[in-house]
């Protein structure tokens, strides 16, 4: 039953949200634990991405974010001799590792299961269960082990659509907006904040193609990043930034951050632009101008 109820939630019509949630509170019902998760393991950190609590246990998915690695490094070793985590009794790893102890304790778990789950060969993180239900009839490891698999395969879907979605929006070498990306974040924010003031601006590198022409796509490549680079660094938190294609940008700047687009975009051009190749600086400028709405060009 429990794995039927899974199935449909997860490949029924429910958002992904909403069938990751459904998926939890449907093995609690078998379990019984105080919490259930799950962590997911980034490029650098792991972090707790869904929860679900029983009735008057606190939430801890806040505090979960971005963990460092080391601190599931006694998980890691548990997982070499055997395929799943169990800690019977957290107070036995007080002086093993009283960092993991710190942090199952003030949580107020005395026991916990978890699950990992892979893409091929790669840990793609842990479904766990804190202070599950304790009988000898339940097989909790079988239950979660093999939720676990539904998890990981939803997981790794997701990620792919992520990735999908990404491409369309996004441009690969400099990962700002691509045209298209940068006509949708337009779109949306006019439509969401009718009649707030914007400006727009377009900008190039001066002499890209000679450039690329005399010391290769390589260099070319390395000026868009840092273009990029300084673009995020200088404009206002929330403005659009895309490029175009080719050695053209543009940048959208809303609200009354639109009346900081003169400086930013003179403190963009009169940066100090110079990219090494092969040993050797070269310096580059840009050529840039904008419009106001309502109101004047620039």
């Known amino acids: 039953d429990l794995i ?52 008057g246990v606190e939430p801890q998915i806040d505090s979960l974010q971005n963990l460092e690695y080391a601190e599931f ?3 890691q070793e548990l997982l070499a ?19 993991m102890y710190w942090q199952l304790s003030r949580q107020g778990i005395t026991h916990l299961l978890a699950v990992p789950f892979y893409d091929g060969d790669k840990l793609l993180g842990y479904l766990g269960a804190d202070n599950y239900m304790l009988e000898e009839d339940l097989d909790s490891v079988r239950v979660l082990r093999t ?50 003031p914007y400006a727009v601006a377009l900008m190039d590198i001066d002499g890209f193609k000679e450039a690329n022409n005399t010391y290769g796509r390589e260099l070319g490549d390395v000026a868009l990043c840092t273009i990029a680079r300084e673009a995020r660094r200088i404009f206002p938190k929330g403005s659009v ?7 053209e940008f543009i940048i959208a700047v809303f609200g009354d951050d639109a009346r900081h687009m003169d400086g930013c975009l003179a403190e963009l051009v009169g ?12 310096a580059f400028s840009l050529s840039a101008g904008y419009v106001c709405s309502p109101g004047q060009a620039g």
Request: with cysteine; charged share 30%.
């Open 241 to 247: 930034i895309g490029r175009n294609g080719g050695d």
């Open 81 to 99: 001799g055997d395929s799943v985590v169990i800690i019977s009794d957290v107070e036995e790893f007080k002086e093993i590792d009283p960092r």
């Open 4 to 55: 039927i109820q899974i199935a449909n939630a997860l490949n029924g019509e429910l958002s992904y949200d909403v069938a990751m949630n459904r998926l939890l509170e449907a093995i609690s019902e078998v379990i019984h634990p105080e919490r259930i998760y799950i962590f997911e393991c980034g490029e650098e950190t792991v972090s707790n991405t869904f929860e679900w609590c029983a009735e």
């Open 147 to 196: 939720v676990a698999s539904f998890v990981g395969a939803r997981i790794v879907n997701r990620r792919l659509m992520d990735t999908v979605e990404r491409l369309a929006t996004h441009d690969e070498l400099t990962d700002l907006l691509n045209r298209k990306g940068v006509d949708l974040a337009i779109a949306e924010r006019l439509s969401a904040r009718e009649g707030e």
């Open 73 to 75: 490094d006694t998980w």
């Open 271 to 282: 940066t100090d632009l110079v990219c090494e190749h092969e040993g050797e600086s070269h």
